[in-house]
């Protein structure tokens, strides 16, 4: 899947948080009355995409899929982590099965599908299990031409240009993360994109100090004003490469995603023409109890 994608089509840009099920979101995000069954239906109607955490702790049920489908919008997106069994447990090994599972799963849900990926544990390194990765990945390009595929790696000596162009080769993104400690590769992806090596997809996700920045999740009181400032230059680059963005703003970055998304969009709208999210009303259900996830 490479950048082939001609002038006409444009480029998708997706930006949303991680996950949207938080208690501290009531009454600031969500209204306060709002039940928590509507809150899917809430939230699809004020950003085009979600990052699903819930499927690395247990793949969802068909019944959940279904419900998730129904309730959001067209063109509305999620994004899949992939199950921790994989990843964490079987750590890549001897895990075809439930790869298999996980992504007929994906493929369920049709259009609504994002970019899903693989996250990997910090004490996952090239060094120690570097060929079991190699092999996985080999084998799981082979299984997922139809699907957008993304890697999170957090070992130090897989933070690299080298790995990030062999998954590019592979039709998968190397997910860039702003989080302290983490190496900057975009400059590295954006070449990577400009060379036609890369899938015409990225993955971002804001995190920013999740060990010692904010722990609420209902106010910005870290703002990252030069950050969000660099990441809508960087996301304009990206969208005049012809390249679908997929974006994910997590709480600590700022302290609450949604206000930091749109600070975000603000600064990204500035740059390019970035069309209001204003999904069909008939999409949120008005009656408490339609329905209920997880």
Same mark, same amino acid.
């Given at each position: #899947?490479?950048?082939?994608?001609?002038?006409?089509?444009?480029?998708?840009?997706?930006?949303?948080?991680?996950?949207?099920?938080?208690?501290?979101?009531?009454?600031?995000?969500?209204?306060? @009355?709002?039940?928590?069954?509507?809150?899917?239906?809430?939230?699809?109607?004020?950003?085009?995409?979600?990052?699903?955490?819930?499927?690395?702790?247990?793949?969802?049920?068909?019944?959940?899929?279904? %419900? $998730?489908?129904?309730?959001?919008?067209?063109?509305?997106?999620?994004?899949? @982590?992939?199950?921790?069994?994989?990843?964490?447990?079987?750590?890549?090994?001897?895990?075809?099965?439930?790869?298999?599972?996980?992504?007929?799963?994906?493929?369920?849900?049709?259009? &609504?599908?994002?970019?899903?990926?693989?996250?990997?544990?910090?004490?996952?390194?090239?060094?120690?299990?570097? %060929?079991?990765?190699?092999?996985?990945?080999? $084998?799981?390009?082979?299984?997922?031409?139809?699907?957008?595929?993304?890697?999170?790696?957090?070992?130090?000596?897989?933070?690299?240009?080298?790995?990030?162009?062999?998954?590019?080769?592979?039709?998968?993104?190397?997910?860039?993360?702003?989080?302290?400690?983490?190496?900057?590769?975009?400059?590295?992806?954006?070449?990577?994109?400009?060379?036609?090596?890369?899938?015409?997809?990225? #993955?971002? +996700? $804001?995190?920013?100090?999740?060990?010692?920045?904010?722990?609420?999740?209902?106010?910005?009181?870290?703002?990252?004003?030069?950050?969000?400032?660099?990441?809508?230059?960087?996301?304009?680059?990206?969208?005049?490469?012809?390249?679908?963005?997929?974006?994910?703003?997590?709480?600590?970055?700022?302290?609450?995603?949604? &206000?930091?998304?749109?600070?975000?969009?603000? +600064?990204?709208?500035?740059?390019?023409?970035?069309?209001?999210?204003?999904?069909?009303?008939?999409?949120?259900?008005?009656?408490?109890?339609?329905?209920?996830?997880?």
């Amino acid at each position: #899947m490479k950048n082939n994608r001609s002038e006409e089509n444009a480029a998708r840009v997706a930006l949303g948080t991680s996950s949207w099920i938080f208690d501290g979101w009531r009454g600031v995000f969500y209204p306060e @009355k709002l039940p928590r069954d509507q809150q899917l239906a809430y939230y699809t109607s004020q950003f085009n995409t979600v990052e699903v955490n819930t499927s690395f702790y247990a793949i969802p049920q068909p019944t959940t899929l279904i %419900k $998730w489908v129904e309730t959001a919008p067209p063109d509305f997106t999620f994004t899949l @982590k992939f199950p921790q069994q994989i990843s964490h447990q079987k750590r890549l090994v001897n895990c075809q099965q439930e790869t298999l599972i996980f992504l007929d799963v994906l493929r369920s849900l049709g259009p &609504a599908a994002g970019v899903s990926f693989l996250q990997l544990p910090p004490d996952f390194t090239r060094q120690r299990e570097g %060929k079991a990765l190699a092999s996985y990945v080999d $084998w799981l390009a082979g299984q997922s031409h139809d699907l957008r595929l993304a890697v999170e790696v957090r070992a130090s000596d897989l933070m690299t240009p080298a790995f990030a162009r062999y998954l590019a080769e592979r039709g998968m993104a190397f997910v860039l993360v702003d989080r302290v400690h983490t190496p900057d590769l975009y400059e590295t992806w954006l070449e990577l994109i400009q060379t036609q090596i890369a899938p015409v997809f990225c #993955m971002l +996700r $804001w995190i920013g100090d999740d060990k010692n920045g904010p722990k609420e999740d209902n106010a910005l009181v870290a703002p990252r004003d030069t950050q969000l400032d660099l990441w809508a230059q960087r996301l304009a680059q990206l969208h005049h490469s012809q390249v679908d963005i997929y974006g994910y703003m997590h709480n600590p970055y700022e302290g609450h995603s949604p &206000a930091s998304l749109r600070r975000l969009q603000e +600064r990204l709208a500035a740059l390019i023409p970035l069309p209001a999210w204003v999904p069909p009303t008939s999409q949120t259900p008005e009656e408490p109890g339609q329905m209920t996830l997880f």
